[in-house]
């Protein structure tokens, strides 16, 4: 293992797995059936004889099944590699880490960018509407695939939270312990019109041709972008923008107009560029619309039970894409419903990314409850 390595799980590598066939699909929330359903997973660490050391992993809006490790040939790890690994707060020597790329994405498991056993031509906008519920059934359905019947915890942040929430409300006999970072259980409207707009962007391009893009060899580049752009922006804080480039100019020599002039534009448009490379336009508008709709506790509100999910809650001080409040709002449903909840909001100066970066913080506190739920079991 290279010097670059050190501390990583070194190379790993992504597997597939179809969980849904035709004759036995998938039933989604909103009724309609989908198979064949394939998905793209990564494990790392051992399963334990009695399988209960298992810990699912959800990833946020544009994340995958890579989140830890090496993929032979990359120069930079899986999403999460910071918090996975061997001595690390998810720690691979000790649990039996999960994670998949979810339903409707890109990267492996069945979306709209798949074909149609029917035509084989990519769905498009065929593919059914898709919630958070159906992201939680799929992941349920890996589980049970790996030989385990119930986690010991499952973990996510921002769209990877509110999965995690969602399973632990509806699921909850399936789910020991639930960890919400940088999640919301409610988008706010000012939330639902940045995915408006980010939306409007793809859907306007030219090149997005009612979504047959795949089939007329065609791309929404422009607006797919575009709408990355944007999300970026939300994703930090005015400090850390400011700390990064302030007022920087891109080039010493500053002829003034429409161009790429100061250094954070230049920054955003590799950001947006770097982006078409890895995820498709239609991923986008379906993965965004299910957060949109997201409000668990108005049709599954929390319940007192005997053997209660275990949550730890957790927000960040400079995060205002899904500030303090969000999981506060979290923390007092559940309270509620006399569910035992940790919360803590920490201190970091990069916004909503925080929950993806390393924080002396953030990682002790998630690393100690885990060690807590490990001691304690299922």
């Not at 995958?64 to 899986?78: L, T």
């Not at 159906?134 to 992941?139: C, K, Q, R, S």
Request: charge should be negative.
């Amino acid at each position: 293992m290279s010097a670059e390595h050190t501390g990583s799980l070194g190379v790993t590598r992504t597997e597939v797995v179809r969980l849904f066939t035709e004759d036995e699909p998938l039933r989604l929330a909103s009724g309609r059936t989908l198979g064949p359903v394939d998905v793209a997973y990564e494990t790392y660490g051992t399963l334990n004889a009695d399988a209960s050391n298992a810990v699912l992993v959800c990833h946020a809006l544009t994340g995958d099944a890579h989140a830890a490790g090496f993929h032979e040939g990359d120069k930079r790890p899986g999403w999460w590699d910071t918090l996975i690994g061997p001595g690390k707060p998810l720690d691979t020597d000790r649990f039996f880490v999960i994670c998949s790329n979810l339903l409707g994405g890109c990267q492996g498991t069945t979306g709209p960018s798949s074909p149609r056993p029917d035509t084989g031509e990519p769905y498009g906008l065929d593919f059914p509407l898709v919630l958070m519920e159906d992201f939680v059934n799929v992941h349920r359905a890996l589980a049970r695939h790996l030989g385990v019947g119930k986690l010991l915890a499952a973990i996510g942040g921002s769209m990877g939270g509110m999965q995690v929430l969602d399973w632990s409300l509806r699921y909850p006999e399936e789910l020991a312990n639930a960890i919400i970072v940088a999640a919301s259980s409610r988008l706010t409207a000012q939330n639902i019109a940045f995915s408006a707009v980010a939306r409007r962007a793809i859907v306007d391009d030219p090149d997005f041709r009612d979504g047959r893009y795949a089939a007329e060899g065609t791309s929404p580049d422009v607006g797919l972008a575009i709408a990355r752009m944007m999300a970026h922006i939300t994703y930090m804080s005015e400090d850390a923008l400011d700390e990064k480039f302030g007022r920087a100019y891109q080039q010493q020599v500053r002829k003034p107009g429409f161009g790429i002039d100061f250094a954070v534009e230049s920054y955003l448009d590799h950001q947006g560029q770097a982006f078409l490379a890895r995820f498709d336009a239609l991923s986008y508008l379906y993965l965004t619309r299910s957060m949109d709709y997201f409000d668990p506790f108005a049709e599954t509100p929390p319940r007192v039970r005997p053997d209660p999910v275990k949550y730890l809650v957790l927000s960040f001080d400079s995060d205002w894409r899904f500030d303090t409040e969000h999981s506060r709002r979290i923390v007092r449903h559940l309270e509620r419903g006399r569910l035992p909840v940790t919360f803590r909001e920490l201190s970091s100066p990069w916004g909503h990314d925080s929950f993806l970066l390393d924080n002396d913080d953030y990682h002790a506190t998630v690393r100690a409850y885990l060690d807590r739920a490990l001691e304690v079991g299922l």
